[in-house]
């Protein structure tokens, strides 16, 4: 038998051997393996998996607080309320409410419907869960019931990072109170936002303390 005979015989009887056990269960796995991971893509659409955002550090000396002098003007919404409001700070209206801003200071007042007054217990329940889904590394330090001029409220005390700066893309760590008043089938929600350790108490209350429906 010539050389190329010999040759061919022998890769015949190569084709025809049986593979070991253990190249066998190694093929296996690696099918069931390739299957499983067509399996997930095709299930879940190959969505990348959200990574919860972590709280940014506090900064120290960051403008926040709101000046003893700071003068305070009356805002008449015609949305049906009226709130003392920073004299000078930016002013932009928006769906449904309006936003006042100076510096990382913010107050944003937002107007929806509802069935009913919100309660502590009801905004533990509902709204909270909702907060901390949709907002920024939020984490809720306390939810009270509160007396104050215009009625009963809620007020929901949290932290929070900031929206990214646009131009450097630089996030800080927020306080916020948010303040929910009811009346007639109207829900308003307040908004008081600062740098975290901002000594804004005294201010923020009386701006809580001055709002009236109209």
Do not use: C
């Amino acid at each position: 038998m010539g050389e190329s005979g010999a040759s061919m015989q022998t890769e015949h009887i190569l084709m025809r051997r049986p593979l070991e056990p253990g190249l066998l269960l190694l093929v296996g796995v690696v099918a069931i393996a390739v299957v499983a991971n067509r399996t997930a893509r095709s299930e879940t659409g190959q969505q990348p998996i959200a990574v919860p955002e972590k709280p940014v550090q506090p900064e120290h000396n960051l403008p926040g607080d709101i000046p003893d002098t700071q003068a305070f003007v009356r805002y008449d919404s015609p949305l049906g309320f009226s709130l003392e409001i920073p004299e000078g700070w930016a002013r932009r209206e928006q769906p449904g409410g309006v936003r006042f801003e100076d510096k990382y200071d913010s107050v944003e007042i937002t107007v929806a419907e509802a069935a009913a007054a919100p309660t502590a217990a009801s905004a533990a329940r509902d709204m909270v869960p909702a907060l901390e889904r949709t907002g920024k590394a939020v984490r809720v330090g306390s939810v009270k019931d509160v007396r104050l001029p215009a009625g009963s409220a809620v007020r929901i005390a949290y932290a929070s990072n900031s929206e990214p700066n646009p131009v450097t893309d630089k996030r800080i760590r927020l306080e916020s109170e948010r303040y929910l008043f009811f009346r007639n089938g109207k829900l308003v929600t307040l908004e008081l936002a600062a740098p975290y350790g901002a000594d804004n108490v005294d201010d923020w209350r009386m701006m809580a303390q001055s709002f009236a429906w109209r």
